[in-house]
C-alpha cells in the first residue's frame, strides 16, 4: 500500500491538485447526480459527465498559474457572497442596540449606536463629518 502511495505523490507533483473550486464543483456535481437519480435526463448526465470532465482536468493539470487564477476568482466570489449573508445576520444581531448607516462621502458601512436624536458621525474611513438623524 505504501508503494501505491508513493507512486500517486509522485504523479500529482507539479499538478493542481484539490483546491475551493474544485470541492465547490464536486458539491454541485453530487447534487447533480441526486437530482438525476429522480429525474433521469439524458441532458443532466451530459452536463454531469462534462462537470466531472472539468473537475479531473483542474485536478491533474499542470498549468498551476492559470488553476490559482480560477481558484482566486472563484474565493473572490465566494467571499463577496458570505460577507453579504454575515453582514445581514450583523444587522439583524445588532438591531437592538446600532444603526448601520452609509457614510456620505465614501459610501463606507458604519455602525453607529442607536440613540435617538441628531448626532454628528465622523467616517473612519475617509475622516468626513455628517449629520445623522436616528428616529427609531
Avoid at 8 to 13: E, K, T, V
Avoid at 34 to 39: A, G, H, K, M
Avoid at 45 to 65: A, C, P, Q, T, W
Wanted: with cysteine; hydrophobic share 40%; glycine share 4%.
Amino acid at each position: 500500500m505504501n508503494r501505491f502511495l508513493e507512486k500517486l505523490r509522485q504523479f500529482m507533483q507539479g499538478r493542481n491538485g484539490y483546491d475551493a473550486l474544485c470541492y465547490f464543483l464536486f458539491i454541485i456535481y453530487t447534487l447533480m447526480v441526486v437530482i438525476n437519480l429522480f429525474v433521469s435526463s439524458i441532458t443532466m448526465y451530459i452536463i454531469e459527465l462534462l462537470l466531472m470532465g472539468y473537475i479531473i482536468f483542474r485536478v491533474l493539470s499542470k498549468n498551476i498559474h492559470r488553476r490559482q487564477k480560477e481558484n482566486l476568482f472563484y474565493l473572490k466570489i465566494q467571499n463577496s457572497v458570505f460577507g453579504f449573508f454575515i453582514r445581514q445576520k450583523n444587522k439583524i444581531r445588532d438591531i437592538r442596540t446600532h444603526r448601520y448607516i452609509r457614510c456620505k462621502h465614501c459610501k463606507a458601512r458604519l455602525r453607529v449606536k442607536r440613540r435617538k436624536g441628531k448626532h454628528n458621525v465622523r467616517c473612519p474611513r475617509c475622516r468626513g463629518e455628517f449629520e445623522v438623524n436616528i428616529r427609531l
